[in-house]
């Protein structure tokens, strides 16, 4: 922090502010909660204005706020073309952090040091549990995309090498978990909304031919010593840092009656000082120690609005129907995982739900006009 990502996206928002930007009143409760919860971030930081960790900690928050709100904003004209470029583009940029990760996780160049953290792939994110998670939306796009026909199977897995061998060796359990679950759920989706038994038949047939060829990397992977050793290590879903009354889970537990007695929170970044762990590893607790009980109580109304505007507009035909399916797919156990993570500061989180948002706040009339648009594009392209 800041990454390339915060530049740009200040540049992508001058321009946006040059050429305008229409908001649907939609998008409002949208608005309204994120403000709050920043809102009550503010208010927590106050006895803290002189710690400067804590300060930008507030600051990235309400910065995050702006992005999710304006990518919203930007699905209102032309949302298929624009997610398809946004598509392409972080399968791009995928490639870029899962190379780097790969590049460090094997010290090739002497790279070791600059793109791993606890000798497990990190790439360009200073966490291996955060690069995981981020690699999974474009791994699970490119899927939907072969089981839909749209690219060959040979072609998908040649795309998703990068990123899938990047997330195996982040060694992240939770990683692991975003990338299996919103995968099942992005095949159960797609199939339930699938326009034909022909096109059923495809998606079943093919998520059992990629299913084999994963199963057989995955062994080869395993056939090495040194991965399997780290492999059955990490692949337990409780570690020793997680047990007993200081461990993981009991500082949470331990969380709970102290922030009730406290309506502002711990303040931000203060759970350190309480617990010998940095963080609660938990969104949701997070939420009430880092913005206290305004914020905390806004970060659920959020979560639960999101996931009522989701799950009503995959069942939404329309020409970004399957755009809708993966994104939401990722974002709805990404917001799951927030159980056993901090993910309230995660760029990819604030801009599936962005996405998300601004899809639901679609009329009939202008989803037809984009794919109206996106079909002239593709003629003339042809």
């Known amino acids: 922090e800041p990454s390339p990502y915060e530049i740009v996206f200040l540049l992508?928002?001058?321009?946006?502010?040059?050429?305008?930007?229409?908001?649907?009143?939609?998008?409002?409760?949208?608005?309204?909660?994120?403000?709050?919860?920043?809102?009550?971030?503010?208010?927590?930081?106050?006895?803290?204005?002189?710690?400067?960790?804590?300060?930008?900690?507030?600051?990235?928050?309400?910065?995050?706020?702006v992005t999710a709100v304006f990518v919203a904003g930007i699905m209102s004209q032309d949302a298929a073309g624009r997610l398809?470029?946004?598509?392409?583009?972080?399968?791009?940029?995928?490639?870029?952090?899962?190379?780097?990760?790969?590049?460090?996780?094997?010290?090739?160049?002497?790279l070791g040091e600059a793109f791993t953290l606890y000798g497990r792939a990190s790439g360009t994110f200073k966490d291996p549990n955060v690069l995981g998670p981020y690699l999974a939306l474009p791994i699970?796009?490119?899927?939907?995309?072969?089981?839909?026909?749209?690219?060959?199977?040979?072609?998908?897995?040649?795309?998703?090498?990068?990123?899938?061998?990047?997330?195996?060796?982040?060694?992240?359990?939770?990683?692991?978990?975003?990338?299996?679950?919103a995968t099942a759920l992005m095949i159960a989706l797609t199939f339930l909304t699938a326009p034909s038994t022909a096109a059923r038949a495809r998606i079943v047939a093919m998520s059992a031919a990629a299913l084999v060829a994963v199963i057989a990397a995955l062994l080869v992977a395993l056939s090495f010593e040194e991965v399997r050793a780290v492999f059955e290590l990490r692949a337990s879903l409780v570690q020793d840092y997680d047990e007993g009354v200081t461990g993981r889970f009991g500082n949470q537990w331990r969380a709970i009656p102290m922030l009730l007695e406290a309506p502002?929170?711990?303040?931000?970044?203060?759970?350190?000082?309480?617990?010998?762990?940095?963080?609660?590893?938990?969104?949701?607790?997070?939420?009430?120690?880092?913005?206290?009980?305004?914020?905390?109580?806004?970060?659920l109304g959020l979560m639960a609005a999101t996931c009522y505007v989701g799950w009503r507009l995959v069942f939404r035909r329309g020409a970004t129907q399957l755009h809708a399916?993966?994104?939401?797919?990722?974002?709805?156990?990404?917001?799951?995982?927030?159980?056993?993570?901090?993910?309230?500061?995660?760029?990819?989180?604030?801009?599936?739900?962005?996405?998300?948002?601004?899809?639901?706040?679609?009329?009939?009339?202008?989803?037809?006009?984009?794919a109206t648009v996106q079909a002239r594009a593709l003629r003339t392209t042809t």
């Open 140 to 181: 699970v796009y490119v899927l939907q995309r072969v089981l839909t026909g749209q690219i060959g199977i040979v072609r998908g897995l040649v795309t998703l090498s990068i990123p899938l061998a990047a997330v195996f060796f982040t060694f992240s359990r939770g990683a692991w978990g975003v990338l299996v679950a």
């Open 84 to 110: 398809e470029t946004l598509r392409r583009g972080y399968l791009f940029a995928a490639w870029i952090a899962g190379l780097a990760g790969l590049l460090g996780y094997f010290d090739i160049a002497g």
């Open 264 to 299: 502002n929170g711990f303040g931000p970044l203060r759970f350190r000082w309480h617990f010998n762990q940095a963080d609660p590893h938990n969104v949701y607790i997070n939420a009430f120690a880092s913005y206290g009980w305004l914020g905390g109580f806004f970060w």
């Open 12 to 65: 992508v928002l001058f321009v946006f502010a040059l050429t305008g930007i229409r908001f649907s009143q939609k998008l409002l409760p949208l608005a309204l909660l994120l403000l709050g919860y920043n809102i009550g971030g503010i208010v927590s930081l106050i006895p803290w204005m002189d710690e400067g960790p804590s300060v930008r900690f507030t600051a990235v928050s309400v910065y995050l706020m």
């Open 325 to 370: 399916i993966a994104i939401w797919s990722v974002l709805f156990v990404t917001i799951l995982q927030g159980l056993q993570i901090d993910s309230d500061h995660w760029r990819h989180l604030y801009l599936m739900m962005g996405l998300v948002w601004g899809l639901a706040a679609l009329t009939p009339e202008s989803e037809a006009d984009s």
